[in-house]
C-alpha cells in the first residue's frame, strides 16, 4: 500500500480540499478510547496527530525530455521549493500547494509523492538490468519510481559514424506489480502509461501471500524475435552476454525510427517504437487494440487463463533448472513483449529486488486519521481496531513478507514497509522473520546519513514474540502480559536481535521527520530455504 502523500489517479486522487486540510489537526480529546489504547500499546506518541503543517513532497520526472528544475517549479508554482539533500530529484514545499492544477503536474513532469515512500524506493538500489517485484503496489508511485529508474538507466543510443545506423537496446530489466484489488490496479496501469512507463512494466491481479510467477523468463529471446520483425539483420546472434542488440538499419523503413529528432520530441525508447509498430503497447498514439483474453480468478486470487493462448516463445529449450508452469498466469496489464512470457520456474528467474509494502492499519498518516472525523470512528474500529482485526493483519504482513523472500534469489534485496507506526506492524514483524529464517536472511541496515530528512527512534520488538517465532513458548501465548521467565543464554539472544532490529530498521514520523509516519527494514537474502 502506497503511503499518504503518493500520486493517485481516479477515484482516489486527493482532492484540493485533502492537500489544503493537510494542516488541520484536531484534539487528542476527539480520538476514540480504543484508539488511544492502540496508541499507548504500541508506543506511539499522541502528539503525532498534533503536528501541523507538515510540507508537501514530490519527486521530479528523472526522463530528461520530461523533466523540470527546482527553480523552474517554483517559478511556476509560485511558492519555495527546496531539494531534499541527499535524495535526487526530491523537492519539499508548502502543504497548501494544488499540485493538481499545476502545469508540471499535467504535463507529467512531477509526481506527488511522500519523501518515506521515495527513501523506501531507494533502499532497493535499482540497477540496470534489475528484475523488481512490488508487492502490494496499487496505486502505483513506488512502481512508476521503480521503472522510471530502470527506463532511465538504459535507452536507446545511436551511433551515426557508419552509413547505417546501428541502434543499441539496453535490457534495463522489468517491474512486476501485484495487488490483489481490481480498481487500484487501474490506478497503476493509468499512472504507467500518463508517464510512458508501460514498457518495462507488468501487473498482476493476485493475493500477494500466494503469488507465484517469477521475473519475465525468455525477454532477451522475445525482443530479438520482435526487432526482427523491424530489421532483418537483427536476429539471435546479436544477443551479447552484456545484454545489449545491435541492429544495423537500413532504408526508409527504419528512418524514421533511427532519424527522429530528439529537440523538443519527446524520445521514446526502442523497444516502445517496436512494440507500438507491431501494435503490442497501448500507447497514445491510434495503435488498434487487440481484446483482452478473458481470465478467471483461482481461489488464491491468481488469473489464469480460461483457454491457453499460444506463446512465441513456448518452444524455449528447457535445462534441468527451468520448468515449466502447468498453465500460466495472464496478467492484468502487460505490453505484449512481456504478457508473452513462458514463466518459467527455477532458482535462476527469481527477482533481484522485492519490495513489500504491507496493507496495515494506515495510522501514520494524520491526513487518514482526519478522515475518520468525518466518516465516523465506528467504521475506523471495525477496519482496524478490532483485535480480531489486528491479529489477521499481521498474519498477513508475515505471509506477503515470506513470500517476497521466497520469490527473491540469493542475494538479493527485500524491503518491507508501513505506512503504520505500530510496533506490532513493524519491529515485531522484522524480529520475527529474523528468527523465524536464521541464517538465510540478514537484516541490512540503510544508511541514515544520506537521508535528507531525521528518522525517529526505532523500538524494542516484543519479547513474546520473538520467543515464539524462536519456539520457546507456544504462538497462543505471544500476546500475553506475563512476564518471560527465560534462561540466560535466552535472554542474550533475544537482547542481540532486539538491538539489530533497533538499529537496522528505519522510522519516519511527524514529529521527529516532518513527513508521514513510515517504517522499513532491508533484508538480504543469504541462503535459498525451501519454503
Given at each position: 500500500m502506497d503511503s499518504d502523500g503518493e500520486e493517485h489517479s481516479g477515484t482516489t486522487t486527493p482532492s484540493a480540499v485533502d492537500i489544503e486540510t493537510a494542516a488541520r489537526t484536531f484534539s487528542l480529546d476527539n480520538l476514540p478510547s480504543d484508539f488511544v489504547t492502540f496508541l499507548h500499546k504500541n508506543d506511539i506518541d499522541p502528539a503525532i496527530y498534533t503536528v501541523a503543517d507538515l510540507p508537501r513532497y514530490v519527486r521530479l520526472n528523472p526522463d530528461p525530455h520530461n523533466t523540470i528544475t527546482a527553480e523552474e517549479l517554483s517559478d511556476q508554482l509560485?511558492?519555495?521549493?527546496?531539494?531534499?539533500?541527499?535524495?535526487?530529484?526530491?523537492?519539499?514545499?508548502?502543504?497548501?500547494?494544488?499540485?493538481?492544477?499545476?502545469?508540471?503536474?499535467?504535463?507529467?513532469?512531477?509526481?506527488?509523492?511522500?519523501?518515506?515512500?521515495?527513501?523506501?524506493?531507494?533502499?532497493?538500489?535499482?540497477?540496470?538490468?534489475?528484475?523488481?517485484?512490488?508487492?502490494?503496489?496499487?496505486?502505483?508511485?513506488?512502481?512508476?519510481?521503480?521503472?522510471?529508474?530502470?527506463?532511465?538507466?538504459?535507452?536507446?543510443?545511436?551511433?551515426?559514424?557508419?552509413?547505417?545506423?546501428?541502434?543499441?537496446?539496453?535490457?534495463?530489466?522489468?517491474?512486476?506489480?501485484?495487488?490483489i484489488s481490481n480498481h487500484r490496479l487501474a490506478t497503476c496501469r493509468n499512472l504507467l502509461k500518463r508517464h510512458r512507463l508501460q514498457q518495462h512494466a507488468r501487473l498482476f491481479q493476485a493475493d500477494g501471500t500466494t503469488f507465484h510467477v517469477l521475473r519475465p523468463s525468455a525477454l532477451d529471446h522475445i525482443r530479438a524475435k520482435l526487432l526482427a520483425g523491424v530489421s532483418k539483420a537483427a536476429d539471435d546472434k546479436n544477443l551479447s552476454s552484456s545484454g545489449t542488440v545491435t541492429i544495423e538499419s537500413h532504408g526508409e523503413r527504419e528512418k524514421g525510427l533511427a532519424n527522429a529528432p530528439s529537440?523538443?520530441?519527446?524520445?521514446?525508447?526502442?523497444?516502445?517504437?517496436?512494440?507500438?509498430?507491431?501494435?503490442?503497447?497501448?500507447?497514445?498514439?491510434?495503435?488498434?487494440?487487440?481484446?483482452?483474453?478473458?481470465?478467471e480468478n483461482t481461489p488464491s486470487g491468481n488469473a489464469t487463463p480460461t483457454s491457453s493462448p499460444s506463446s512465441s516463445s513456448s518452444n524455449l529449450p528447457l535445462s534441468s533448472d527451468h520448468k515449466k508452469p502447468p498453465s500460466t498466469t495472464i496478467p492484468f496489464y502487460a505490453p505484449k513483449i512481456l504478457r508473452k512470457d513462458p514463466q518459467l520456474q527455477g532458482e535462476i528467474f527469481k527477482y533481484d529486488k522485492v519490495i513489500v509494502d504491507a496493507e496495515c492499519t494506515h495510522d501514520g498518516s494524520i491526513a487518514h486519521i482526519l478522515k475518520y472525523e468525518t466518516w465516523g470512528w465506528d467504521s475506523f474500529h471495525k477496519n482496524f481496531m478490532a483485535q480480531d482485526r489486528l491479529d489477521s493483519l499481521c498474519e498477513l504482513q508475515r505471509g506477503l513478507l515470506t513470500n517476497g523472500f521466497r520469490l527473491a534469489k540469493v542475494g538479493g534485496t527485500i524491503v518491507y514497509s508501513t505506512c503504520s507506526l505500530s510496533r506490532a506492524q513493524n519491529e515485531d514483524i522484522v524480529a520475527w522473520f529474523l528468527a523465524s529464517f536464521q541464517g538465510h536472511a540478514v537484516l541490512e541496515p540503510v544508511s541514515r546519513e544520506s537521508l535528507g530528512v531525521l528518522p525517529a527512534t526505532?523500538?524494542?520488538?516484543?519479547?513474546?514474540?520473538?520467543?515464539?517465532?524462536?519456539?520457546?513458548?507456544p504462538s497462543e501465548d505471544q500476546h500475553l502480559e506475563e512476564e518471560l521467565l527465560l534462561t540466560s543464554e535466552?535472554?542474550?539472544?533475544?537482547?542481540?536481535?532486539?538491538?539489530?532490529?533497533?538499529?537496522?530498521?528505519?522510522?519516519?514520523?511527524?514529529?521527529?521527520?516532518?513527513?508521514?509516519?513510515?517504517?522499513?527494514?532491508?533484508?538480504?537474502?543469504?541462503?535459498?530455504?525451501?519454503?
Open positions: 509560485g511558492v519555495s521549493v527546496e531539494p531534499v539533500p541527499g535524495l535526487e530529484l526530491f523537492c519539499r514545499l508548502p502543504a497548501k500547494v494544488r499540485l493538481r492544477q499545476s502545469q508540471a503536474y499535467t504535463e507529467g513532469r512531477i509526481f506527488g509523492m511522500d519523501l518515506s515512500s521515495g527513501i523506501a524506493v531507494y533502499s532497493l538500489d535499482v540497477q540496470p538490468g534489475d528484475h523488481v517485484l512490488d508487492i502490494c503496489c496499487a496505486p502505483g508511485a513506488k512502481l512508476c519510481m521503480i521503472a522510471g529508474q530502470l527506463t532511465n538507466s538504459g535507452g536507446v543510443q545511436s551511433d551515426r559514424t557508419s552509413s547505417s545506423t546501428k541502434l543499441q537496446m539496453h535490457i534495463t530489466g522489468t517491474v512486476t506489480g501485484v495487488d529537440s523538443g520530441v519527446r524520445r521514446r525508447s526502442l523497444v516502445e517504437n517496436v512494440s507500438t509498430r507491431e501494435s503490442q503497447i497501448e500507447d497514445d498514439g491510434p495503435v488498434p487494440k487487440k481484446p483482452r483474453i478473458p481470465v526505532c523500538k524494542k520488538p516484543s519479547r513474546r514474540v520473538v520467543a515464539s517465532a524462536l519456539g520457546w513458548i535466552q535472554e542474550a539472544k533475544i537482547e542481540s536481535l532486539e538491538q539489530q532490529v533497533v538499529d537496522g530498521c528505519l522510522r519516519f514520523d511527524p514529529l521527529a521527520s516532518r513527513t508521514s509516519g513510515f517504517f522499513l527494514a532491508r533484508f538480504r537474502k543469504v541462503d535459498h530455504m525451501g519454503i
